[in-house]
Nanobody, 115 residues
């Protein structure tokens, strides 16, 4: 089993920044992709950004130029640096790990962008 623990969410003003962290533990294996998804009330869960085993990254258009996904030195940790946040970024942000055909999710962390 795999456990994902997110942290770093909170309340921030428009134009501000936040850094989310996710630590994976358990039977991770050595080949997997990790990423961040978000879900706003009434909306479907959507991809924000992902990072593969080789460090290749993928971003949704909504975050390009503002968000950066990265891995820690311990590859079981990923970060999402979010800059110039907008009210439409308000959502619960979920960490995700995909290994073969199995997907694991964290419990989510709330990000609220409001003045």
């Amino acid at each position: 089993q795999v456990q994902l623990v997110e942290s770093g969410g909170g309340l921030v003003q428009p134009g501000g920044s936040l850094r989310l962290s996710c630590v994976a533990s358990g039977s991770i294996g050595s080949i997997y992709t990790m990423g961040w998804y978000r879900q706003a009330p009434g909306n479907q869960r959507e991809l924000v950004a992902s990072i593969g085993n080789s460090g290749n990254t993928n971003y949704a258009d909504s975050g390009k130029g503002r968000f950066t996904i990265s891995r820690g030195n311990a590859k079981n940790t990923i970060y999402l640096q979010m800059n110039n946040l907008k009210s439409e970024d308000t959502a619960v942000y979920y960490c995700n790990l995909k290994r073969s055909l199995v997907t694991f999710w964290g419990q989510g962390t709330q990000v609220t962008v409001s003045s």
